[in-house]
């Protein structure tokens, strides 16, 4: 086993430890102190020497000493150092944490910029991931806490998190070991398939659900079915059969009586004339108009050809209007940009050179400059201000030129165009001329074309279609009463037909509904009995966790002397719920256990973890006044205790007391609350035993 002791843990403007040492000596021991003088300091110092952070896991915390006035001590060092004995080698870790101050140019104060730390190993300075890798081999930083403080596993760790460390120390167990530890589990693995016990349990109470509802419609869906069926009370099929075929038979004789009234001969005759003459009227009238209308097509197409000629010149002229625009824009711009470029070189031409005063002392010692070196820089200043003013003003006349000149140009290109553009309208203003004269010559001829109504051969064939007409309507006039009552006579035989056929529908649907009942029944019995059969899986489901259950504490709690652990708590619905609650002589660690039981059974959990992990630490037990007699522990104990009041001290320490303090009660009393103003540490009376 790896065993880490604690031998010296030093601490200097530390969260207001001035300067104190805590001389562990690899032993148990006690540091007494009333509250408020600094035994968490120590505790969060150990943790912040180790892992940056204090003894309740928090990062960001103040560790500065604050004075008098409130306020934090500034260009202190804030150091904690400890001497540890790592399986009896001595290990020395140190940690510095310090302001960093810097005086900025030209200022006569420093200003404060933030904070370094500084990390040594053994006395040397090393980084801080060298540091924190030196930390690392001696203990990882979640098994530290779990094996030196007796009330992380209870207080930080959430459920899921103590049931993991449980079960990675004690080891879970498998399906296969519970269902052979019961025989009333043996068709388990078959149910279950590829599923889960807690995927099968949802299954099964989604599955359960399903069917209860399934079943619950059946009876509902019976009584709408019982609703739906007809009332056949007095019929017979037989019968109805027989009625129905003799109604069909009817109705076929009476459709062909009908057939015959209306397919009068004479009409067809007729009809099929009036065909023949309304033929004979369209070609009179196209020979009358023919040549009239092919002229009138023939000067449309001429027509819109001119027009699509206007179209495109419309365009040209669009187009030629868009360039003219553009490059009037372009002469802008080329005309503002050379008035720019004079107005610059203006500026430049105008500028002299000024002569600046150097700093003629030497900027490396500090002496005075030789004339001839002065009198140089000056040259060499003027030299340079002349090109470059030479430069700008051969750049600003050459961009100057350079627009006016292309200014210049696109004047003389938009003179071109406008002309260019003139031409164009006076031959669009000759195209429209021309499509206006196609346009008024299609009227002409479309106003020349001959009214056929006019035409003698026409009119008299327009005669013979009205009368042809007329004799059409006197003798469907004379077929239509026939037709009437062949009709009424006809709908009376379909509706007693339809009458029947309404009748032996009822009776199908009797038959349906009878058939859809029994369907129904036989559904609720196989639903029944599936839900039956759920109801068994559900219990066999239910049994393998509570045998889990009891194999799985039984093996946890077997590894702890004091600590018991409920992994599972019953639900009011007869279900099981996950837990991890500790538990010491029946009492839940959560709720009722007093401070005394909650130390003794985390040191009981530290050892077993010590066991497992092949590790032991400094055990820190704030509140340790509070248990009468702790439990022996693998790791060395540091107990931080409030001494008794005075008062509460036995009386033999009182008399003591008194004694050493001139034979009176308020001057002992006195001296004992001075003593305990201050931290001491004491080596503990009894030597650390190994726990068994």
Known sequence: MKRIE?????FRNFKGARDFALKAGAEDTDVFGDNATGKTTLNDGWHWLLFDKDSQNKSKFSIKTIGKDGNELHQLEHEVEGVLIVNGRRRTLRKVHKETWTKKRGSAT?????????????????????????????????????????????????KKKRRDVLLTVCGDISDGDVIAGNQALAALPDILGDRTIENHQKWLASRKSELNKEISTIPVRIDEVYRSMPDTDGMNEQQLTARLEKAKAAVSSKEAELSRVQNGGEVTVKENRLREIEGEL?????????????????MRRVAADKRRKVEDADYDIRSAERRIQGIDQEITDHSNNYQRMLGMWKTVDAE???????????????????????????????????????????????????????????????DRLDKELEGLREVRTGLRKAADAADAEVQALQAAVQDV???????????????????????????????????TELAGLREAAA??????????????ANERIEQLKQQEKTLAAEYERLEHEDYLAAEFIKTKVSMLESKINSKFKLARFRLFESQINGGIKEDCETLYEGVPYSSGLNNAGRINVGLDIINTLSEHYGVTAPIFIDNAEAVTKLIATHGQKIRLIVPPAFDN??????????????????????????????????RAKNARKEAV
């Open 453 to 487: 109504n006019d035409d003698p051969a026409y009119i008299a064939k327009q005669e013979e279609v009205r009368a042809v007409r007329e004799e059409i309507q006197r003798l469907r006039s004379e077929v239509q009463q026939a037709v009437e009552q062949t009709r």
């Open 499 to 512: 009458a029947v056929e309404r009748d032996i529908s009822k009776l199908d649907m009797v038959k349906s």
């Open 649 to 682: 001290l036995p009386a033999e320490a009182r008399s003591h007391l008194i004694s050493q303090n001139g034979g009176t009660y308020e001057k002992a009393a006195a001296a004992w609350k001075q003593q305990n103003s201050k931290l001491r540490v004491e």
């Open 110 to 158: 420093s200003d404060f910029t933030g904070h370094t730390t500084d990390y040594h190993v053994d006395g040397v300075p090393v980084k801080k991931g060298e540091y924190e890798s030196e930390v690392a081999a001696i203990i990882d930083e979640d098994t530290f806490k779990l094996l030196t403080n007796p009330n992380y596993f209870n207080e930080h760790l959430d």
């Open 352 to 414: 002299r050179f000024l002569l600046e005063h150097h700093d003629e002392s030497c900027a490396a010692c500090g002496q005075a400059l030789p004339a001839e070196k002065v009198k140089a820089a000056h040259d060499k200043a003027e030299a340079n201000f002349n090109r470059s003013r030479s430069e700008r003003l051969e750049e600003y006349k050459a961009k100057g030129v350079a627009s006016k000149n292309e200014a210049e140009r696109l004047k003389a290109e938009r």
């Open 282 to 298: 369209q070609q009179i009238k196209n020979d009358v108009q023919a040549d009239s209308l092919r002229a009138v097509a023939d």
């Open 6 to 10: 604690l031998e010296d843990l030093r």
